[in-house]
């Protein structure tokens, strides 16, 4: 018994120690590419500064020189009645991003950037979950319709994070955003899918192996109303090693 106690004591300790060699191996590791810096922007958050928001939009090209942008089609803005459709600030955006020569990722579905993660009409909220697929995929066809002949968009991204727990949402599951990826290849096979997940909460392997490309985030300090201000104590090594995991079981993106 003391011997195979002693064993496992061992192939523990072989555990941990490789665990952590491995770690600072990954924490050396060169950066492959160069890096290339966007923004994501958001209308309503602009309002809500009391701002104009194409006032904004246009700084971010004309005094920023920001030449990289991610917009997001919000569900519950475009089609606020059903089978009516408002795609007049999507219009702006895209048309002032080519104008401007920048590149976009076009970030479409049911949950997409800004609380409360899902934007869902008023009048689709109480539809059963397959008749709300229904209703958006019809919609999410005619917005890619919309704008695929435009070349600023460079990437399709379906649903922001569908895999973390998180926002007014419902549990939409696997099934529906693979759904929503097949209509975009259907109406679009020319252009990548991006699809994310969170960066310190998630396992990456479901989202990663459904898109061309991953993204994921990082917050150092995020606050909520049950522990306030925190700040995570997780080193870059700790990003590495998931994508280390990530790449072993799906590839690389």
């Known amino acids: 018994m003391r011997r195979i106690l002693r064993a496992v ?17 990954i924490q050396r590791v060169p950066r492959k590419t160069p890096r290339l810096y966007g923004v994501t922007f958001v209308p309503q958050a602009a309002e809500a500064l009391g701002l104009d928001w194409k006032e904004v939009y246009r700084a971010l090209f004309d005094d920023l020189g920001v030449r990289n942008v991610r917009i997001s089609a919000y569900w519950d803005e475009i089609e606020k009645e059903k089978d ?36 869902i009409p008023k009048w689709a909220k ?12 019809d919609y999410m066809g005619k917005v890619i319709l919309r704008y695929k002949n435009f070349p600023a968009i460079i990437i399709w991204q379906v649903e922001n994070e569908p895999f973390l727990p998180f926002g007014e949402c419902p549990d939409f599951g696997a099934k529906s955003v ?3 990826i097949a209509l975009v290849r259907s109406l679009d096979g020319g252009r990548p899918i991006l699809v994310t997940d969170s ?32 700040t995570y104590p997780l080193p870059p090594s700790f990003f590495r090693f998931k994508r280390a995991i990530t790449e072993l079981v799906v590839g690389q993106k």
């Open 9 to 25: 004591k061992y192939i523990f300790l072989v555990f941990v120690v490789g665990f952590f060699v491995f770690l600072l191996l």
């Open 84 to 119: 009516s459709f408002d795609y007049s600030r999507l219009d702006f955006q895209v048309e002032e991003a080519q104008r401007h020569g920048a590149r976009i990722i076009f970030v479409i579905g049911r949950k997409v950037p800004r609380w409360p993660e899902c934007h």
């Open 126 to 137: 109480d539809l059963t979950l397959e008749k709300q697929d229904n209703e958006l995929f």
């Open 178 to 180: 693979d759904a929503g």
């Open 199 to 230: 960066g310190e909460l998630s396992i990456w392997i479901r989202a990663a192996r459904r898109g061309d490309i991953f993204g994921t985030t990082m917050y150092r300090t995020v606050w909520n109303k049950v522990v306030g201000e925190l």
